[in-house]
């Protein structure tokens, strides 16, 4: 078996042993930012058009509100940076305040780091920068436009690393949430990471400024040059962010791993990351072909269905997505409200066709390995069952009638935004199939493609004036026997939609 099949099977939540963790000492928890001591750091916060500014205390000046789209400057940079993953709230609480960022994070652990190089960027001198999100400032680690040659080089020459004036890089602090999580900790860090991604190409866009994703590097000399201890943190992904204009686009984002196999024995986490790096030679990029997602869609005979038009008619996301992400928390009740079919093809346009909804083309990593299934509970116009979500045809197509709230919440652990929401969407993938495409590193693919279309989702239902949370946790063998899913979709994420609990009462059952 490969390790990312083991991996995910030895991580599987059980109803016959969940919970036999014991509990948690909070006093245990890492910090979950990177706390710099620097004596130069690049202020950022003063850009930020907010009155009073959170990081400074001060009125915004003309400046900050007066934005220039499309403007390559350190304000731009500074905005990109805080919608991506800056701090938008807090909590008071002890030992330290809990800082809620920009995107959703499991268990709010923020096991994800950001660092910036820059190559060629108005007011930055070339070299590698930490991001403190405390402060909203970036702080000068190495100086060098070698950093940058560097990264397009661990980056195999990918043309868009190489022209990019400037580019984030996330990594993983696997402790963070390894802490809590256990060796299943790996598919929330890279769940997570899918979501800050998908803010940080969605507020590019918002700039108007341009920005590629990718995954295939060696990981070996992305982490050397970021001079990260590669035990404790790894690099996930790579954004470049340009100017406007066009861009060279990425050849590939996604390149293969070799396909190891390893024992179901800890730490399976380290396995399994250590099982997906890419060597220092750049693997042969996989064609697309036999594992299209039109090719998936017949493999269950699931033809014809409920087609979803793309509504005309776009929400505040479109009009003011900055927004959207500044005011984004996930729901932590719903009431047992109805949303309406249009709001539910609206929401899934946004995730999966973007650019329809005036987003952009947002990118992606290799989401032809996942599939789409949808459980409809109280959607009007829509009877209720488990669909399957075609994402090139945009329909609906009826795999089991019915759908009881119990079994979804049961699933979802138990937790009540499970039973209580009008839709939940399945994000599953057939996990040995994506690993004879991808190699074990199909594994960070279809997390970090989960996440984004995660964090789409989520923003697209509360701009429809609607609530919406991830679920990293969820019983994974029942979701396919109780929802009729086929056996071997593997869950890899799930979303859940409903009405808020604190919404106006409106649509009621
Ligand atoms: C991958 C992932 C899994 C999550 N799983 C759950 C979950 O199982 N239950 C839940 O109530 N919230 C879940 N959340 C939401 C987080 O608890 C939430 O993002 C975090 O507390 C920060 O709050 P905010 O999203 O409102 O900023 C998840 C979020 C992510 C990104």
Redesign the pocket.
Known sequence: MSTAVTYHEATKYHPETIGQGGALDWSLQPVPYKEYDCSEPVELSDFLPFDPNPFTGRPADDDAHAHQQGVPSLAALSRLIFYTYGV??VVPSEPRHLL?????????LYPAECYLIVRDWPDLAPGLYGYDPTRHRLVPLWPGVEIADAAAEACYGNAAVLAAPAMLVITGVFRRSSWRYGERAY??IL??S??LLANATLAAHALGLRATLTAAFCDERLNTLLRVDADEEGALALVTIHGPGPVERPTWSALPSPTTSSASEPPLLDALHQASVLPSERPRQVPHGEDQADDLENRYGLRGGVPLPIPPQTSALTSAPLDAILR?????RYRRGTMTATQLARILAYAYHPDALGLGDQPAFDRNLLMTFVAVLAVDGLAAGVYYYAPHSNELRLLKAECAREAVQFL??G?E?GGDATAVVFHTADLARAVRRQGERAYRYLHLDA?ML??RL?LAALADGLGA??????FDDRVTDLLGIPAEQAVV??TTIGVPAAAAPANDD
């Open positions: 938008t709230g809620l960022r920009a995107c959703p994070s499991a268990g709010g598919r929330r769940l997570d899918g979501h984004r928390r996930s729901t932590r979802c652990l937790q935004i996440g995660g964090e989520d949370s991830g679920i990293g946790g969820f994420y799930i």
